[in-house]
């Protein structure tokens, strides 16, 4: 069965540095997203991507981050100069288009430690 | 902003009993999602519902949807130790496919 794949699995980094999280979504889903959760806390969203444009971000996407489709099968997101703050799990998902946009495949995310 | 609010927030039980957990929200909502999450991991998607009224049964597992699409509602038979996890009902918002969660449902079936 298609799945969401996502690596690194944990990725540790200093604050101030650059990281760069990679997801490869299901194969023929158009929609590209990026979730976090922070631990004990909820689920949040944070851009979702479609056509090769940012269709939608929240005020915790600050200018400190960006995605990317570098290919036809990579999605990214880079977080520029990482806090403390920004310790989290982060989810990528896809869906396909249409009537089924909101049902979204999630993949097991990327643990990022902040020091 | 939608609020979702689920109830039980945690819920203990023994293997065998049956259990119901529930999505509330004062929205309306074209569709509802039903993931189940273990720790470290990422969101399993469960089920989409989308008419009002709609049951769907996934084993053990009945989902249903208000028939005024604002509330949904979980109900599992003869829970097992597996059962054990977080349970998350989630919505679109808007028209870019971002979904709000709730903030879940923690059961815990013991032996």
């Known amino acids: 069965e298609p799945e969401v794949t996502q690596t690194p699995s944990h990725q540790v980094t200093q604050m101030g540095q650059e990281v760069i999280l990679r997801c490869v979504p299901i194969?023929?889903?158009?929609?590209f997203y990026w979730y976090r959760q922070i631990l004990g806390q909820k689920v949040e969203f944070l851009v979702s991507?479609?056509?090769?444009?940012?269709?939608?971000k929240s005020e915790i996407f600050d200018d400190q981050f960006s995605v990317e489709r570098p290919d036809g099968s990579n999605f990214t997101l880079k977080i520029r100069s990482t806090k403390l703050e920004d310790s989290a799990m982060y989810f990528c998902?896809?869906?396909?288009?249409?009537?089924?946009?909101?049902?979204?495949?999630f993949g097991p995310g990327t643990r990022l430690t902040v020091l | 902003t939608q609020l979702l609010e689920q109830s039980p927030q945690f819920l203990s039980i023994q293997e065998g009993e049956n259990l119901t957990v529930y999505c509330n929200s004062s929205?309306?909502?074209?569709?509802l999602q039903w993931y189940r999450q273990e720790p470290g991991e990422g969101p399993v998607l469960l089920v989409t519902?989308?008419?009002?009224?709609e049951v769907k049964k996934l084993k053990r597992l009945t989902f249903q949807f208000g028939d005024a699409r604002k509330d949904s509602s979980l109900h599992i038979t003869a829970a097992q130790p597996g059962d054990t996890g977080l349970y998350l009902c989630?919505?679109?918002?808007?028209?870019?496919?971002?979904?709000?969660f709730g903030q879940g449902t923690t059961l815990q079936v013991k032996p």
């Open positions: 194969s023929n889903h158009l929609y």
């Open positions: 519902v989308v008419t009002g009224g």
């Open positions: 929205s309306v909502f074209s569709s």
């Open positions: 991507f479609y056509n090769n444009e940012i269709s939608e």
């Open positions: 998902a896809s869906s396909e288009d249409g009537r089924y946009r909101d049902t979204q495949y």
């Open positions: 989630a919505v679109g918002s808007g028209n870019t496919g971002k979904l709000i």
